[in-house]
């Protein structure tokens, strides 16, 4: 059975850092791109940032382009994005999630998704 499991979220105050981890079993995505999206209350869910599966080629949402970074370990199967310079307008439950697709920030192109983890940034 797949499982993705999101770890890592927390409640921070405005500028400070957090690091999110997403721990996948039950096959290999070694070769799939990996993403992390968000949804804030109230709000669809959206993309922040993917990686393909070489790990050479990343995407953004424009929002935290310089703030983010989104990272793999394929050995491990995990997936990482460390977040800094954290805004209020960041909170929301953040979703790690795997898709076939080479590159995709579209959600309905991934397949595989956490149950997701509360981020909630303070002003």
């Known amino acids: 059975q797949v499982q993705l499991v999101e770890s890592g979220g927390g409640l921070v105050q405005a500028g400070a850092s957090l690091r999110l981890s997403c721990a996948t079993s039950g096959r290999s995505f070694s070769t799939h791109t990996m993403g992390w999206f968000r949804q804030a209350p109230g709000k669809e869910r959206d993309f922040v940032a993917a990686?393909?599966?070489?790990?050479?080629?990343?995407y953004y949402n424009d929002s935290v382009k310089g703030r983010f970074t989104i990272s793999r370990d394929n050995a491990k199967d995990t997936v990482s994005l460390q977040m800094n310079n954290l805004k209020p307008e960041d909170t929301a439950v953040y979703y790690c999630a795997v898709s076939r697709r080479v590159s995709s920030r579209l959600r309905n192109e991934y397949d595989y998704w956490g149950q997701g983890t509360q981020v909630t940034v303070s002003s």
């Open positions: 990686i393909a599966w070489t790990g050479y080629s990343t």
